[in-house]
């Protein structure tokens, strides 16, 4: 055999996430070391290969990409093809490539990387404090992409032109910065200042000044990688007091960033696997057991066993906090707001919350809040999925049309899917607010241009006000509405892919309902295309309608009403001596229907458990009541309370018996935290009942979790303790339980229904 016969060509596409990651420096040095010829480029699909060399060297060259690809490299499909010789021996990088179909995926942020680490504290490292040192294996990625493919060009760092130092770095394919878009130094790249809030510039090294301003109690606006965080000390009452006020934030925990993590062990209780998602890539907050030695501001998180903890992530986090600092770190924003990211934006919206603005001059394209996480069985649990984790794409069972699914109208991300990609956005918020309604349209659009869908269809909440749907309804696409409920439990058969139909407990506070009602309290018999309602909690009055959610005592009313009659208000009752003035103007109203919608909402069994405990009457952020229920029992011991299943043509659920037992308890004095805790095992208890029964009369033993209520892990843990010996439990992983996953359940459900 000649020589020539020995060798081959070979064109190579991969598609996944290899942009962006040093894809393209790992696959030269690769073929350099197999002696291969030809040459690699970013295109509009991905990463495309020509090589060239010895049959044997490009067997070697092929296995090398799976196996020792970059680590935050996520290889898709490798599509191999046999090309005709050329003789080429060297082998080169080539100038990027843009083209008619788009399927390259692009990076999530990713957290700074020890060896950056390293250099930003080492005095003869030129660059020594910069605050925006990375390479490709670490740093801005989706934050700062206007489009693809992904080079310096069509990113916000194109003004920022490479001296000759970076330039030889960018170039030289024995160094890590080789092809790295971001890459810069403190001669070429941007740079920080600090700004008083009127806008004067103060002299001096701003990160220094700034550490000493929070040292001294001043309030903070940040400019990081996604948007502006507002920062103070986390031991400093009056400054964490004083962040809380003037954000209007009442008793909502703030989140803290950790300068190391031996400091996070000194006020928190830490597992391996918690420790693992606190240092990983994404560097999410992760919600963390407070020690009994817990040494902070107590209005960090106000009478909360858990606090929600991060460690640094950007160059500019190690620089100002030293490994023993603990800092409130929470999104720059007023409540309800989207975090601020534009510049001008920023100043106007903080001016009246920080004292000072820690500013650069690295414009931000895409907004990214902090992702939201716990362990739950060793595995991650998310709150909420942002930055370091999208836009990462889920992958479906199998592909379908181009779908733009837009989401509920609190916790807002929407979805767009591609083939079988399920491309789920960063969290968006809560689109009662007009600001972030704005936000969540430019995402839509700027998603629709990075990722080259075309909607072929649009689904939407079954809720005719929400302004997602109201959106939805502005486009001239076939529209699939899909009950809210139904989209969260084919949320998570999308994300675990599974075609076939479960028992579907999908629990929260509020959902459209098919019958005009709100739901809340579901069994569905449910797959990706259709569902059935097989079971339900009782309808209760909404006294009030929304005012009810806001103020949980008028439901809390209206059950005493409806077990005792107007006399409970001679019981010796906490909520009793809580109440309005003029409330029985409120139980005559709901007696006459008015204003009074009916809802099985499980989230508003936990309102009246707490207003009943005389726990909270009245909220100042979404689920408050429940939350507070839920610290209130922990660690207590729980006794099971009456309920009732009453059978027709679908399951009621009636906790009626057990507010009046809570009631009687209560009489007798009980402890309160018993009296909470008797709740959560009273409701697992009944939720693993209902369950048991469809089981016998469907014949199945899969179940899946969704809701928001499943973020409550006293609940989560005692429903999962009882289900697990009869089913097998399928629950969110990569999405949250909460409407954030809402989108992707739309997307699945509007994708079978189009087949």
């Known amino acids: 055999m000649s020589g020539n016969e020995r060798k081959k060509r070979l064109s190579i596409q991969i598609t996944g996430i290899v942009q962006g990651v040093g894809f393209r420096p790992f696959v030269y040095n690769l073929a350099r070391r197999c002696n291969l010829g030809g040459w690699v480029l970013n295109d509009s699909a991905g990463v495309r290969i020509e090589a060239e060399g010895d049959a044997g060297a490009l067997d070697t060259f092929l296995a090398g990409l799976k196996s020792q690809a970059p680590p935050m490299a996520v290889i898709r499909d490798i599509i191999v093809t046999s090309r005709s010789l050329r003789g080429e021996t060297i082998f080169e990088i080539k100038q990027s490539q843009a083209s008619a179909g788009r399927s390259t995926l692009v990076s999530p942020d990713i957290a700074t990387c020890p060896d950056c680490q390293r250099e930003i504290t080492d005095p003869g490292n030129r660059r020594f404090r910069y605050a925006f040192t990375n390479c490709t294996n670490c740093g801005p990625r989706y934050s700062i992409i206007a489009d693809i493919p992904y080079d310096r060009k069509s990113t916000t760092m194109k003004d920022f032109p490479m001296c000759p130092a970076c330039e030889a770095e960018y170039h030289d394919p024995t160094d890590r910065r080789f092809h790295a878009q971001p890459n810069a130094c403190p001669v070429c790249g941007p740079s920080y200042r600090l700004l008083t809030k009127q806008g004067e510039e103060i002299e001096g090294d701003p990160l220094r000044a700034a550490r000493d301003l929070i040292v001294q109690g001043a309030i903070l606006a940040v400019k990081g990688i996604g948007g502006y965080h507002l920062a103070c000390d986390g031991e400093n009452e009056k400054a964490v007091a004083e962040l809380r006020g003037r954000k209007y934030r009442e008793d909502k925990p703030f989140a803290v960033m950790c300068g190391s993590l031996e400091t996070v062990r000194g006020q928190c209780l830490l597992s391996t696997a918690e420790e693992d998602l606190l240092t990983g890539p994404a560097r999410p907050i992760v919600l963390l057991t407070k020690r009994q030695s817990y040494s902070l501001a107590e209005s960090v998180a106000p009478g909360n066993p858990a606090l929600g903890v991060m460690l640094p992530y950007a160059p500019v986090h190690w620089l100002l906090l030293r490994p023993e600092d603990i800092w409130v770190m929470t999104s720059g924003n007023t409540s309800d707001e989207p975090i601020a990211y534009l510049d001008e934006d920023a100043r106007d919206r903080l001016a009246g919350i920080a004292d000072y603005f820690l500013v ?248 009246i458990a707490a207003a009943l405990l005389g726990i909270r009457t009245r909220i100042n952020y979404e689920g408050q009541a429940a939350v507070e229920l839920e610290m209130a029992a922990s660690g207590a011991p729980g006794a099971l309370l009456p309920y009732t299943i009453s059978p027709g043509s679908v399951y009621e659920l009636d906790f009626r018996p057990t507010f009046a037992a809570l009631v009687e308890r209560m009489v007798q004095k009980a402890p309160r935290a018993e009296l909470a805790a008797a709740f959560h095992t009273t409701l697992a208890v009944a939720l693993a009942d209902m369950a048991g029964r469809l089981r016998k009369e469907t014949g199945i033993d899969q179940v899946a979790l969704s809701g928001g209520v499943f973020q409550n892990i006293t609940l989560l843990r005692q429903v999962c303790r009882l289900l697990e010996k009869d089913f097998t439990l399928l629950l969110h992983r990569r999405v949250p339980p909460n409407d954030g996953g809402l989108a992707l359940g739309q997307a699945a459900v509007a994708i079978e229904r189009s087949r």
């Open 360 to 607: 650069h001059n690295r414009p931000i394209y895409c907004r990214t809040d902090d992702s939201v996480a716990r362990i739950f069985q060793n595995k991650p649990y998310l709150v909420r999925r942002s930055r370091g984790m999208a836009p990462a794409p889920l992958r479906l069972t199998r592909p379908g049309p181009q779908v733009l699914a837009c989401g509920g109208e609190l916790k807002n991300t929407f979805c767009l899917t591609k083939g079988d990609q399920a491309f789920l956005s960063a969290h968006i918020g809560d689109l009662e607010n007009m600001a972030t309604f704005a936000a969540y349209r430019a995402a839509i659009e700027h998603y629709q241009r990075l990722f080259d869908v075309r909607p072929e269809l649009v689904a939407c909440d079954l809720h005719p006000d929400y302004l997602s749907t109201k959106y939805a309804e502005e486009l001239d696409l076939p529209r699939i509405a899909v009950q809210h409920h139904h989209a969260h439990i084919a949320g998570v058969l999308a994300e675990q892919g599974r075609e076939e139909k479960v028992i579907g407990l999908a629990f929260d506070g509020t959902g459209y309902g098919t019958d005009g009602h709100l739901w809340g309290g579901e069994f569905l018999l449910a797959d990706c295309r259709e569902f059935t309602r097989l079971a339900q909690c009782r309808y209760l009055p909404l006294p009030g309608g929304s005012k009810a959610i806001q103020e949980p005592w008028r439901q809390a009313v209206w059950v005493l009403y409806e077990l005792y009659g107007m006399d409970f208000a001679r019981m010796d009752l906490p909520l009793v001596r809580l109440l309005p003035e003029g409330w029985p103007l409120m139980v005559q109203a709901a007696a006459k229907g008015i204003n009074t919608p009916l809802t099985s909402g499980a989230g508003r069994l936990f309102d």
